[in-house]
């Protein structure tokens, strides 16, 4: 009850916040001081119904339909905190969370900058309110009572002292199928235990868990950061509509542009650990799966990058005064970085990719579908409504022309070829809306020709100067890189064996970026350290593409049958499976198989067992680390 009382009280006072800063922007006096009081109000809220939340978990308070269904008292403590955005709610809630207090720190950026302060956060409010709704008693509430609605729970979670009474005959239910039986809880239940005099925290005693899936370490620490970034990326939205709402674009980049670097370096981080997390766990055997849930994070990740290189431009130009380049572009790049947040949420918690990936929601239900649906469109129609209300005057001050041998260009370009990844990206996880699916090789394929354009305009970018390069100048700067690019591909060519035209000429791009951007790193790495992070961002990126052609071209799958003491061979190595051992107190086994090759013996134990949680074949892999 308390914590459906804080969530309502942050929901009205988000609302207020939102109507004051309205207020405030069309010129009402003392409403400034208000909307502050009233954020601040929505934070409080929001903060203490999320201790309130965790500590429900941390005491195991089962009355709670979410504790319930995703806690007991058998997981480590680390586990039992990841409960919290384990289920829809308690993830909206985490979301919620750093949104509100992520608007405390831009509350206090933009109060210093003028009338700055009311245009941002009346639209970055009116996201966190949004969320509220999410969270609200009417949807997706974390603080549901379990009795709210008839649930059939077996009688192992229920305190066995009173399954005889008398009063509990009308409330078993057998399942002579299953084999199982079940206490039905209700309201009608929960007024017969009061009745009683028996608290319902002695009456249910045992949660149904986490998924087996998530019982992982990076289940603490992926989705956290994820949603940092999902909040950050609010902010260069609302950015980008106060420029919009007084048609002012001389400062809303040099503003914006921290936000964006450090939400974009989040999101990514976030989006690297997730794929670590599911090569370990659901065996990708890769450096991505393209599965749909992380596909749909890192979306809105590669349009923050490509934002980043035209907001640097638009910035650069604006150092000898006026609007800057791209403008226009950067408008509608921060606009949808955050609206392909929105989607990706509403893909992965609509229930439509309930087929196409293991860790996407369950169906919410028609209402959270449709107000998913009406927090896209709002924030779409808010966004490029404000776009097309400005165009005829964006079109006049926006418009200028390129030389070919510009840095500017070459910048936009690789933005371009982002936006077209993106794309390719986004029509592929789209699929199952439309009843339909891709396959891997429709990312890779697609992609190839994409990441060798990128691979080469991130070096030229960075030889090529402001305004206008000089061709012979271009040359002379270059010679270095091209001679040890070439020199590396024919190395990889002849050793590697890598013949394909088309994976050749994407060597060729990666070492040239790779090397255009060692270059530079090594020539100011004695001066001003800090403008090296650009050009170790880069390297690694060289580094990470010519990764996937070491993996996309050695990597080889076999299936194999293992009989203990039988030793089989596979590429190279001899696997011998010498029996197994009960581990976690006998709850699980691990098949523990000897791999020799040339006297060098190592042991895996790959680990199966019986999911209590949904009595089914859990399989944990276990992953060898080697030079092969």
């Known amino acids: 009850m308390i914590g459906n009382i804080l969530l309502t009280l942050g929901l009205l006072a988000g609302v207020f916040t939102v109507i004051m800063y309205y207020m405030t922007f069309k010129g009402y006096e003392n409403t400034l001081k208000l909307a502050r009081i009233g954020y601040h109000t929505m934070t409080v809220m929001v903060i203490a119904a999320s201790a309130l939340l965790l500590q429900a978990i941390l005491t195991h308070q089962y009355q709670y339909k979410y504790v319930y269904n995703y806690s007991n008292s058998d997981l480590s403590t680390g586990l039992l905190l990841s409960t919290f955005w384990a289920g829809q709610e308690g993830s909206f809630m985490l979301w919620l969370f750093f949104t509100a207090v992520v608007g405390l720190i831009l509350l206090e950026y933009t109060a210093k900058r003028g009338d700055l302060e009311q245009r941002v956060m009346m639209i970055f409010t009116l ?3 949004f969320l509220l709704v999410m969270v609200s008693p009417l949807l997706k509430n974390p603080f549901s009572y379990i009795w709210a609605e008839p649930n059939f729970i077996e009688i192992v979670s229920i305190n066995q002292s009173f399954l005889s009474a008398p009063f509990m005959q009308n409330f078993i239910f057998s399942d002579p199928g299953g084999g199982k039986t079940f206490v039905k809880i209700s309201s009608e239940l929960y007024a017969t235990l009061q009745a009683q005099g028996i608290a319902f925290d002695q009456f249910l005693i045992h949660g149904k868990g986490l998924n087996p899936l998530l019982q992982n370490f990076w289940m603490q620490i992926h989705p956290p950061i994820l949603f940092v970034g999902f909040a950050m990326s609010t902010v260069p939205f609302a950015f980008a509509f106060a420029a919009l709402l007084k048609n002012e674009y001389n400062t809303w980049v040099k503003q914006a542009l921290p936000w964006v670097l450090s939400g974009t370096m989040v999101l ?7 794929g670590y997390w599911a090569y370990g766990v659901l ?3 890769g450096y991505w799966g393209w599965d749909p849930v992380e596909n749909s994070s890192l979306v809105p990740w590669i349009i923050g990058v490509a934002s980043i290189h035209t907001l640097l431009v638009q910035k650069k130009t604006q150092a000898k005064g006026g609007i800057g380049r791209f403008g226009k572009t950067n408008l509608i790049l921060c606009i949808m970085t955050y609206l392909l947040v929105l989607y990706s949420t509403f893909l992965t918690r609509s229930g439509i990719l309930g087929d196409a990936s293991v860790h996407s929601f369950v169906d919410p239900g028609m209402t959270v579908y449709l107000l998913l649906v009406l927090f896209i469109g709002t924030f779409t129609i808010l966004g490029f409504g404000a776009i097309g209300f400005r165009w005829k005057y964006l079109n006049e001050y926006f418009n200028f022309e390129e030389n ?8 936009f370009t690789g933005a371009v070829a982002l936006i077209a990844s993106a794309i390719i990206v986004l029509v592929g996880t789209s699929a199952p809306i439309f009843g339909q699916s891709v396959e891997i090789r429709f990312y890779n394929e697609l992609n190839l020709p994409i990441g060798i354009i990128i691979g080469f305009l991130n070096g030229f970018s960075l030889l090529l100067k402001w305004k206008h390069t000089n061709s012979k100048d271009f040359l002379k700067q270059s010679k270095f890189s091209m001679i040890s690019t070439l020199a590396l591909t024919l190395l990889i060519v002849i050793l590697g064996g890598v013949y394909e035209i088309m994976l050749i000429i994407f060597t060729l791009s990666a070492s040239f970026a790779l090397f255009v951007n060692l270059e530079i790193a090594y020539k100011i790495f004695s001066g001003r350290k800090s403008y090296l992070g650009a050009y170790v961002a880069h390297i690694g990126i060289a580094l990470f593409m010519l990764g996937v052609i070491a993996s996309g071209n050695f990597s080889e799958n076999k299936q ?6 039988e030793k089989v061979n596979a590429f190279g190595y001899n696997l011998t499976f010498t ?11 691990a098949f523990n198989i000897e791999v020799d090759k040339g006297g060098n013996k190592s042991v895996v134990a790959p680990v199966m067992y019986i999911a209590e949680f949904n009595n089914s074949l859990m399989r944990e892999p276990d992953i060898l680390n080697m030079f092969t």
């Open 268 to 274: 990514g981080l976030a989006i690297m650990l997730g």
């Open 579 to 589: 029996g197994y051992s009960l581990i976690e107190g006998g709850k699980k086994y």
């Open 283 to 285: 065996g990708w055997g």
């Open 127 to 129: 996201a966190a309110t």
């Open 404 to 411: 070919l041998l510009s840095r500017e260009l070459a910048l």
């Open 560 to 565: 194999i049958q293992l009989v203990k003491g």
